[in-house]
């Protein structure tokens, strides 16, 4: 673990043609016109990202995943029957399309409005 003020150099890649081409990581957004909407070579596009969330926000297991919820504000009862839609779809047998994580749901809630994170 090293301090907190320092700051971890990335490097953000954007594919160009099948190859990687180094894009400035200090934009913040992408925005269209009217006039580029329908724009053919913009349909084909697929933007994904990957985001490594504050400790305070993870939970891998059941148990985290209920204190978070119960830390937004709802009750027990509530945090643990919200958790079981994640245990049927992690049930022996489930087909590997329907299976979810804590931390996918959670983001999926959080996402939806449904959940705001304490302290943020």
């Known amino acids: 673990m ?10 953000l890649y ?4 099948g190859q990687p081409v180094e894009v ?6 992408i925005t269209f016109t009217e006039d ?17 969330l504050p400790r305070s926000l ?6 985290r995943f209920v204190k978070l919820l ?3 504000g709802y009750s027990r009862d509530a945090a643990r ?4 839609p994640v245990r049927w779809r992690n049930r022996p047998g489930a087909p590997k399309c ?7 749901y959670f983001i999926d809630l959080w996402m939806c409005g449904l959940v705001e994170p304490a302290g943020r």
């Open 14 to 17: 954007m594919m160009v043609d």
């Open 24 to 29: 400035e990581p200090d934009f913040a957004e």
């Open 2 to 11: 090293g301090p907190e003020s320092s700051e971890r150099k990335f490097s």
């Open 98 to 104: 329907l299976k979810t994580s804590y931390q996918g």
């Open 70 to 72: 119960m830390a937004s």
């Open 36 to 52: 580029q909407q329908g724009n053919p070579v913009m349909d084909n596009s697929k933007f994904s990202v990957r985001v490594k």
């Open 58 to 63: 993870r939970c891998r297991s059941r148990k």
């Open 81 to 84: 029957a919200y958790s079981l």
